[in-house]
């Protein structure tokens, strides 16, 4: 017989429970746009009707109370486990159909609302399962392997599914870009030009397959003609389609005339900074080329082989802006098919970028990645089916009828509003992250803006490389070191500490944008700093909404909290750049230091137990 109070380590289910949490997030987030991409699919239908997948995270509080009510959250985590596994392989199943693209999106939706009602479930299981110390130290730990999972999607899956594309097609074609001070551009490929090696085998050719681009930059009307001429011939033989275009209102709306613009032109008269903007000036863009690509032989009648091109390896500041998927057939294969390439406008020192273009069987490689996926839920399922300890306080708390379902539902969601302190817990969940909110939309545009309008003048590359090590690095190392803080002396103790250090490195930026230094250690450092200040002190965020929660339905209320964090991030958010454009990057620094004072000025008068947190001898 099962022994239902056996003690199990929090080792053995917290890492992987949290990591099963982000992994359906990112593919539906991320992987399912790179996946509609690599089948063709317009950009106007993938950012339409993929937006649609975050719908259920955006609800999930309205649905939370079923979760509270019906059934334990124990069985809602496997349960949902096992159905997105199933979601997960009835995509690998529907890709190789017709009108695979209507089908998949079905089934995404169905696996995101499912992992939306596993989020609910796992958290609310996190705070049965542990006690207030436990709770402190693990937060930092479920929220790296969340982010690991992140990466998994973002990396390991896209590699995996590239891998089998690579493997189940033609030989990969290679052509290498490289940026010179001193070179001249290399002319545009020609078809007049274009010789094929002998072989009997079919294969891809890239003329030239070695470009040197001057960083000498180009006008924009240059730009326009080099990538006009290469979407021109490629609709004209047939490698891609026409998309359709979209309509622009012209019209300025009743927001625009009445409150928005009378604002704006307030707030940049009184507080506005000017900048030179001499690129704007002189309509300068990265310097462009182009490349040309065959096929050896014709492909069987009715036969179409699909190349599918991008970067590989490199410098990210070359970057390919079109030809990325080309469609060869027996009508157009000795034809030239052409993709354009670009550097980036702040480019000046010699650097390389490799691109690979690959033409495998696109649907069975990314068939076979979510059967995968799928695979790995169904281990989740097992595994959790046995290793998820039974808390005590897990239980349902309806068992009646409909009316009775409906009744406790209501009262739920109403218990929320009701509890001790709720106006300045919604203050507080609102407003602790406004800096932070604003922040984080207008870093990249700061880094990567040229010197003459405020920004540090990095290239793409120079970003992606700054946050891709130290940022990472740091942000885990303060969510993990938070948590063990907060173990040792309790919420209440870090509370004024932690909000201090989610605002106060944010300084880095007021100093990066006063003194704009062109040595990249500084950058380097500033964002360490300021990453580890956001992982350390957004554990007390955290945890104040987990112990806000606290009580008879902590599950259904902790999503709720969920909600409100997520709208504190959202609206800030969709004024920061609006504001940025009124009064320049070092005002707007500053303003970002002055949206800690409605929290800082809040903290004193919150009542929270000087013992929760604290790790228990």
């Known amino acids: 017989m099962k022994d239902k109070n056996k003690k199990v380590s929090r080792w053995a289910w917290i890492p992987t429970l949290y990591f099963a949490e982000g992994l359906p997030y990112v593919t539906a987030m991320t992987v399912a746009v790179i996946m509609y991409k690599r089948m063709g699919i317009s950009n106007t239908d993938i950012a339409l009707y993929t937006s649609w997948l975050y719908l259920p995270w955006v609800i999930k509080p309205f649905w939370s109370p079923f979760v509270d009510i019906i059934k334990t959250k124990r069985w809602w985590i496997i349960t949902m486990q096992l159905l997105i596994g199933a979601g997960m392989a009835g995509i690998a199943f529907l890709i190789p159909i017709p009108f695979f693209f209507q089908a998949t999106l079905a089934v995404f939706w169905l696996i995101a609302f499912s992992s939306a009602t596993h989020d609910i479930a796992a958290d609310g299981f996190y705070m049965l399962a542990l006690d207030s110390s436990e709770q402190s130290f693990f937060v930092g730990i479920r929220s790296t392997f969340y982010r690991l999972a992140m990466i998994t999607g973002q990396g390991l899956l896209i590699i995996v599914a590239g891998s089998m594309e690579s493997m189940s097609g033609l030989e990969p074609l290679h052509f290498t870009i490289e940026s010179t001070p001193i070179s001249q551009s290399s002319l545009p490929a020609d078809s007049q030009h274009f010789r094929l090696p002998e072989t009997n085998k079919m294969t891809f050719v890239a003329f030239p397959s070695h470009v040197m681009l001057s960083t000498n930059n180009i006008s924009s009307d240059s730009l326009q003609k080099i990538t006009s001429f290469a979407i021109a011939e490629n609709q004209k033989n047939g490698f891609i389609q026409q998309e359709k275009q979209q309509l622009k209102r012209e019209n300025q709306s009743w927001w625009s005339k009445v409150v928005s613009t009378p604002l704006g032109n307030f707030i940049k008269k009184h507080f506005g900074r000017e900048h030179k903007n001499l690129f704007a000036g002189d309509g300068k863009v990265g310097n462009a080329g182009l490349v040309a690509i065959r096929l050896t032989k014709q492909p069987d009648e009715g036969k179409s082989v699909v190349l599918n091109s991008g970067f590989s390896a490199g410098d990210k500041s070359i970057s390919m802006i079109s030809g990325e998927r080309l469609v060869f057939t027996s009508e157009n294969w000795n034809k030239p098919a052409y993709v354009v390439v670009q550097l980036?406008?702040?480019?000046?020192s010699q650097v390389y970028a490799n691109f690979k273009g690959v033409s495998g069987n696109?649907?069975?490689?990314?068939s076979i990645t979510f059967f995968i996926l799928a695979g790995f839920f169904i281990l989740f399922f097992i595994y959790h089916r046995f290793i998820l300890p039974y808390p005590d306080s897990d239980r349902q708390s309806a068992t009646g009828n409909f009316k009775e379902i409906i009744h406790k539902?209501?009262?739920?969601?109403?218990?929320?509003?009701?509890?001790e302190g709720i106006a300045l817990t919604?203050?507080?969940?609102?407003f602790?992250?406004?800096?932070?909110?604003?922040?984080?939309?207008?870093?990249s545009p700061f880094m990567l803006d040229a010197?003459?309008?405020?920004?540090?003048?990095?290239t793409t590359g120079q970003v992606g490389l700054v946050y891709g090590t130290v940022g990472i690095l740091s942000l885990t190392l303060g969510g993990?070191?938070?948590?063990?803080?907060?173990?040792?002396k309790g919420l209440k103790f870090w509370l004024w500490p932690m909000a201090l250090t989610i605002t106060l490195p944010q300084l880095v930026y007021v100093l990066l944008s006063t003194f704009m230094p062109v040595n990249m250690i500084y950058v380097f450092i500033s964002v360490a700093v300021e990453q580890f200040g956001y992982g350390f002190g957004f554990t007390a965020y955290m945890l104040y909404m987990i112990y806000f929660s606290d009580g008879e339905h902590k599950t259904a209320h902790f999503a709720i909290t969920t909600g409100f964090m997520a709208l504190g991030m959202m609206l800030p958010?969709?004024?920061?750049?609006?504001?940025?454009?009124?009064?320049?990057?070092?005002?707007?620094?500053?303003?970002?230091i002055l949206c800690a004072i409605p929290t800082l000025s809040l903290i004193p008068f919150m009542k929270i137990d000087k013992n929760y947190g604290i790790k228990k001898d």
């Open 426 to 430: 919604l203050f507080y969940l609102l």
């Open 432 to 443: 602790y992250r406004l800096g932070e909110a604003m922040l984080v939309k207008i870093v």
């Open 480 to 488: 993990i070191v938070g948590g063990i803080a907060a173990s040792r």
């Open 573 to 592: 958010g969709m004024i920061a750049g609006w504001l940025q454009d009124l009064i320049g990057y070092q005002h707007f620094f500053i303003w970002v």
């Open 362 to 366: 696109i649907r069975l490689a990314w």
């Open 451 to 458: 010197r003459e309008v405020g920004g540090l003048g990095l």
């Open 344 to 348: 980036d406008y702040k480019l000046k």
């Open 409 to 419: 539902f209501g009262e739920t969601f109403a218990s929320f509003f009701r509890k």
